[in-house]
């Protein structure tokens, strides 16, 4: 049976025509034509018809403002349009596999490999119960888009849909290329470009529509394959612990971002709970259609009894649920249901406390219909709901609190300071042990209330924990439940957390904490001095009682997009790998549970890429089941927007947990051979003195604003938080997402390889059987091969023939000093990467060798306009536009920002 009605090569081919079509009837004859020759010339030189692009520049080169902006816009949004049929092909590719049994790194695979490795009922039901992954979807700018123009391309998609998947007329097909031919016109008649940032409210929305739209209704069918899984392969399956949760930074993270207030946070809070609450209603709502039954031929008062009188359930809900539904048990049970979850967020009382209520009521209906023999409609109604209510509660996603520690200790320092305490001039051990008194003392220290006197930005902390403890009392203390403490360098900067929560009343010394606080080491020197940090942190007596509190377990977030920032890719790698293992150590030492949170970006240098392949890379005393980890921007929308692929991206994070947990448990951790050890800190050595030798050149700084859009990218209204930290010009002070973003728009992709080269060189010289090695580390070592195959990867991603184009923007005594450097150190890590891994090209996927070569001739126009426009000191208002318009193309054309 065929599934489909067509291929990926007919999708681009008609959208690419329509799209042709649109630009012809919207724009003067010699723009379209322009575009079609610029298309041309840049497949001529790609496929070898021509030796150089003189031909591609020449047409680009000589144009007037109106003809360039409708050649960046048709390009973007060609872009944007092959984005849409890549990933319908991809949900091709799933339904096939899926119907011919062969999908692999999926749950029922990994059931599948437990069985076959001997695993019985018992150990994989330890296994699901340690394993909890949790994806939490941050804010962080790197979504190029307007909310307008993904709502027009989320309807191109349905459309595609339609017209592969369904069964058409002709008269059908007809209307919906109709339909089609509609809708990318009206892409391209849209406004690309953002007038102004976006509010953190509107960040906060963007993420809820993911949860809400998408991620919500993919849960039960995750539950459902693994429930699947676990009765085929083993005999008295244990039922599926609570192994995927969802969390958010949208709304709660301030680091950096003065937008982000605390009645941004109580908004964001409030929205979650009502979409939440919403989707139950609805569901409780469909469940009434199914439950008629006739209660003349039923007896079920025992099982229901809890729910009709149950302590919260007032007589009056159970009164008009009875007089509505005479006769009809299940009815009546779920309307009492359907009233208490509408009473959650009323004055009315009733209404349930919290989730795990409402899932007890949930369960005594699900037993009293699987009493009457009613299981099909338990199974395809009521065991859903109950795997949603598990894993969304009343709070959708919880959120994670963040700030920088420096806000902490400035605002400890005036508040104290106001009530004769000089914190400001204590030193580290001084502020531990004033800490550490003060949280273990009954009496509050300081009034969160009284904050008129204070700076806004100590005011604004000291709202924050004020508030939280309301959060608390309104929302439950699962809806925000964590506070990560950016660039973590001392112990009191945890302290001091600890402390501001104490006062709020959120932790109670000694027996409650109803936060955890969690230290994110993302410094070379934090890394370093893990052990120092995190021991004395468990030595201390105030925080000792707050973490077994939190059932003696501990968070640590790892930073990977400051660590290569500073380090450099390989070094950085290498330092995180090194730091979790220390951190391994560190808890098993104090018998405390870790839980690491990796902040991984969206892009390779900023710890991107496949995450199952991360995840099974991960150090083996690492995996205790818990997994949390960052995902932000175009990551989120290109792995949950999509219902199919969301449900992929999430089944093989789990393949990846299920089976990295399971092999913790049953095989002894390997010790890394010292010769591996040694080679690695060479490596990465050499690697971050090759890097930092080239940021520390003198006018790098200018250097990589004369070559790149950085300007342009700051000014692009991403996101609601500012591109650098202070107005210092420097790559200290330059947040990470547009560091890469400018890169990979000039197509020197330093960040996902710059000293990789020079590293292995280095390594080599000083060994007789370096290169053997280096493959057998390739063969044996998870960690190793994913370095490299990443690093791969953005090297195939690379264009230096491009890039040195951008170099001619730079002052002459800049590129001559620069550019060369960049260039040497790309062709010797290129050479050095295929010396080690057993292949000849840089991509290892046929699709993905594929889909480059389809993208980059198209990319190419793109990347000449935006190198003239920028070699323009002055720009007007149209070329302003047009700039901005190539940096959205070339994002889309990359498939990537920062």
């Known amino acids: 049976m065929d599934l489909h009605n067509r291929s990926v090569r007919q999708d681009v081919?008609?959208?690419?025509?329509?799209?042709?079509?649109?630009?012809?009837?919207?724009?003067?004859?010699?723009?379209?034509?322009?575009?079609?020759?610029?298309?041309?010339?840049?497949?001529?030189?790609?496929?070898?018809?021509?030796?150089?692009?003189?031909?591609?520049?020449?047409?680009?080169?000589?144009?007037?403002?109106?003809?360039?902006?409708?050649?960046?816009?048709?390009?973007?949004?060609?872009?944007?349009?092959?984005?849409?049929?890549?990933?319908?092909?991809?949900?091709?590719?799933?339904?096939?596999?899926?119907?011919?049994?062969?999908?692999?790194?999926?749950?029922?695979?990994?059931?599948?490999?437990?069985?076959?490795?001997?695993?019985?009922?018992?150990?994989?039901?330890?296994?699901?119960?340690?394993?909890?992954?949790?994806?939490?979807?941050?804010?962080?700018?790197?979504?190029?888009?307007?909310?307008?123009?993904?709502?027009?391309?989320?309807?191109?998609?349905?459309?595609?849909e339609d017209l592969d998947e369904r069964r058409l007329t002709n008269e059908e097909e007809t209307a919906l290329t109709a339909r089609l031919n509609a809708v990318v016109e009206s892409l391209y008649t849209t406004k690309h470009i953002r007038d102004r940032r976006p509010e953190p409210f509107d960040e906060a929305r963007n993420v809820q529509w993911y949860l809400d739209n998408v991620i919500f209704d993919v849960i039960p069918e995750i539950y459902a394959e693994l429930e699947a899984a676990l009765e085929e392969n083993f005999e008295d399956p244990p039922d599926p612990a609570h192994v995927l949760e969802f969390r958010s930074w949208a709304g709660s993270d301030a680091d950096g971002n003065p937008n982000v207030t605390p009645e941004v946070t109580d908004k964001t809070l409030h929205r979650q709970r009502s979409l939440a609450l919403a989707r139950y209603r609805e569901a409780l709502e469909d469940l009434l259609g199914v439950l008629s039954q006739d209660g003349t031929r039923v007896d079920v008062e025992t099982y229901l009894d809890t729910i009709m009188t149950g302590e919260s359930t007032t007589e009056s809900i159970a009164e008009t649920a009875a007089e509505r539904y005479p006769r009809e048990p299940f009815r009546q049970a779920t309307t009492v249901i359907l009233e208490r979850v509408d009473r959650v967020e009323s004055v009315r009382p009733g209404g349930y406390e919290d989730g795990e209520a409402l899932l007890e009521d949930l369960s005594a209906l699900a037993e009293a219909l699987s009493a009457e023999g009613l299981d099909s409609i338990v199974s395809e109604f009521v065991t859903p709901l109950k795997r949603q209510v598990q894993t969304f509660g009343f709070h959708l996603a919880s959120l994670d609190l963040r700030d920088h520690r420096q806000q902490h200790t400035q605002a400890l320092s005036e508040a104290l300071g106001a009530e004769d305490i000089d914190y400001a001039g204590m030193d580290e051990s001084e502020r531990q042990e004033f800490l550490t008194e003060a949280i273990t003392r009954s009496a509050p220290v300081l009034d969160l209330e009284d904050r008129t006197e204070f700076t806004d930005e100590t005011a604004v902390v000291l709202e924050r924990f004020d508030r939280l403890a309301d959060w608390h009392e309104e929302f439950g203390p699962d809806s925000i439940d964590a506070y990560c403490i950016s660039m973590t360098e001392e112990p009191s900067h945890v302290l001091e957390v600890l402390f501001l929560a104490d006062q709020a009343g959120v932790v109670d010394y000694p027996d409650y904490s109803g936060l955890d606080v969690v230290p994110l080491l993302e410094t070379e020197s934090a890394?370093?001095?893990?052990?120092?940090?995190?021991?004395?942190?468990?030595?201390?007596?105030?925080?000792?009682?707050?973490?077994?509190?939190?059932?003696?377990?501990?968070?640590?977030?790892?930073?990977?997009?400051?660590?290569?920032?500073?380090?450099?890719?390989?070094?950085?790698?290498?330092?995180?790998?090194?730091?979790?293992?220390?951190?391994?150590?560190?808890?098993?030492?104090?018998?405390?549970?870790?839980?690491?949170?990796?902040?991984?970006?969206?892009?390779?240098?900023?710890?991107?890429?496949?995450?199952?392949?991360?995840?099974?890379?991960?150090?083996?005393?690492?995996?205790?089941?818990?997994?949390?980890?960052?995902?932000?921007?175009?990551?989120?929308?290109?792995?949950?927007?999509?219902?199919?692929?969301?449900?992929?991206?999430?089944?093989?994070?789990?393949?990846?947990?299920?089976?990295?947990?399971?092999?913790?448990?049953?095989?002894?951790?390997?010790?890394?051979?010292?010769?591996?050890?040694?080679?690695?800190?060479?490596?990465?050595?050499?690697?971050?003195?090759?890097?930092?030798?080239?940021?520390?050149?003198?006018?790098?700084?200018?250097?990589?604003?004369?070559?790149?859009?950085?300007?342009?990218?700051?000014?692009?209204?991403?996101?609601?938080?500012?591109?650098?930290?202070?107005?210092?010009?420097?790559?200290?002070?330059?947040?990470?997402?547009?560091?890469?973003?400018?890169?990979?728009?000039?197509?020197?992709?330093?960040?996902?390889?710059?000293?990789?080269?020079?590293?292995?060189?280095?390594?080599?010289?000083?060994?007789?059987?370096?290169?053997?090695?280096?493959?057998?580390?390739?063969?044996?070592?998870?960690?190793?091969?994913?370095?490299?195959?990443?690093?791969?990867?953005?090297?195939?991603?690379?264009?230096?023939?491009?890039?040195?184009?951008?170099?001619?923007?730079?002052?002459?005594?800049?590129?001559?000093?620069?550019?060369?450097a960049i260039e040497n150190e790309y062709e010797r890590s290129k050479e050095r990467v295929l010396d080690i891994i057993p292949r000849e090209d840089l991509v290892d996927r046929s699709w993905l060798r594929e889909s480059l070569d389809r993208r980059n001739p198209y990319v190419d126009p793109l990347n000449f306009l935006q190198i003239q426009l920028l070699s323009r000191s002055h720009r007007t208002p149209q070329e302003e536009r047009t700039l901005r318009l190539t940096v959205k193309g070339i994002a889309a054309g990359m498939k990537n920002t920062g």
Do not use: C
């Open 13 to 160: 081919r008609e959208l690419g025509a329509l799209l042709g079509d649109v630009v012809s009837d919207h724009s003067p004859p010699e723009s379209f034509e322009l575009v079609e020759s610029a298309r041309n010339e840049a497949i001529a030189y790609r496929r070898g018809r021509t030796d150089d692009r003189e031909p591609l520049t020449s047409v680009v080169g000589s144009n007037s403002e109106a003809v360039n902006a409708v050649l960046a816009r048709s390009f973007t949004i060609y872009f944007q349009l092959i984005n849409l049929a890549e990933e319908r092909e991809r949900v091709r590719a799933l339904r096939t596999f899926r119907q011919q049994g062969t999908i692999s790194h999926s749950i029922t695979e990994a059931m599948e490999n437990l069985a076959e490795a001997g695993a019985d009922a018992e150990t994989v039901g330890q296994v699901l119960s340690d394993v909890h992954v949790v994806p939490t979807f941050t804010a962080h700018p790197t979504e190029a888009r307007r909310k307008t123009v993904k709502g027009i391309l989320q309807r191109v998609g349905r459309i595609l």
């Open 527 to 820: 890394l370093s001095n893990a052990r120092d940090i995190i021991g004395t942190l468990f030595e201390n007596e105030a925080y000792g009682a707050a973490m077994r509190a939190r059932d003696e377990t501990q968070e640590i977030m790892l930073g990977y997009s400051d660590s290569n920032k500073e380090n450099g890719y390989l070094a950085a790698n290498w330092q995180l790998d090194r730091a979790q293992r220390r951190l391994a150590e560190i808890t098993d030492d104090y018998g405390v549970e870790l839980r690491l949170f990796h902040g991984r970006g969206g892009t390779i240098s900023r710890g991107g890429g496949p995450m199952n392949d991360a995840l099974l890379a991960l150090p083996k005393q690492t995996v205790t089941g818990e997994v949390k980890f960052t995902q932000q921007g175009e990551a989120i929308s290109e792995k949950y927007g999509n219902a199919r692929i969301a449900r992929r991206e999430m089944g093989q994070m789990l393949n990846a947990q299920i089976r990295a947990r399971h092999a913790n448990m049953s095989e002894p951790d390997p010790t890394l051979p010292e010769p591996w050890v040694e080679a690695m800190d060479e490596m990465a050595d050499t690697a971050r003195e090759t890097y930092r030798s080239l940021l520390e050149t003198e006018g790098f700084v200018s250097y990589f604003e004369q070559t790149t859009p950085i300007k342009t990218i700051e000014g692009l209204n991403l996101g609601s938080r500012p591109a650098s930290r202070s107005d210092e010009r420097n790559v200290e002070d330059l947040r990470a997402i547009p560091w890469v973003f400018a890169w990979t728009q000039s197509r020197a992709i330093i960040p996902g390889w710059f000293g990789i080269g020079s590293g292995i060189d280095a390594y080599l010289a000083e060994t007789d059987d370096g290169l053997e090695r280096l493959k057998a580390m390739y063969e044996s070592w998870p960690f190793f091969q994913t370095m490299l195959d990443n690093a791969a990867l953005s090297l195939a991603r690379t264009e230096m023939e491009i890039a040195s184009e951008y170099a001619t923007l730079a002052d002459d005594d800049l590129q001559a000093r620069i550019f060369p």
